[in-house]
């Protein structure tokens, strides 16, 4: 049986970013435990606990993705399709958090399954009420699916 913890894995390859989001989860009082993979190879190892994260449980999912879409080793659309293809993952929530403008990535990502795309504000303020209205939604209102793998 998986079962889905509370944390956030948020999987950022730029410093300044992570710690906007990381301050803006504290501005919010998200206290969720945010596990950080700064490229995509880590991000998977975490997942599926390879790599450096081969003694971690991987039957113990977090409760939301934070993806980025351009990261080193292995891109955030390969991440998501390689979440997507695997039983144990499949249905993780995972939001894309990108400053990426490209049309073509909206629609992949959403074609290789995202539950949502959301461009990282320039501005702080606003970067933090994004992150405010995620936290509400994804972490407090959405109910996840039960994870009945065995």
Known sequence: MTTIAKNILLVEDNP???LLTLMAFKDNNIKN????ARDGEEALDYLFGTGKYKDRNSK???QIILLDLKLPKV????VLKQIRSNALTELLPVIILT???????????Y???ANSYIRKPV???QFSEAI?????YWLVLNEVPPQNIG
Request: no cysteine; hydrophobic share 35%.
């Open 123 to 125: 501005d702080f303020e």
């Open 99 to 109: 400053s990426s403008k490209e049309d073509m990535d909206i629609i992949n990502s």
């Open 132 to 136: 405010k209205q995620l936290g509400l």
């Open 16 to 18: 300044d970013d992570e």
């Open 111 to 113: 074609q290789l399954g």
């Open 60 to 62: 113990l999912l977090p």
């Open 33 to 36: 435990e945010v596990i950080i």
């Open 75 to 78: 891109d955030g659309l390969e």
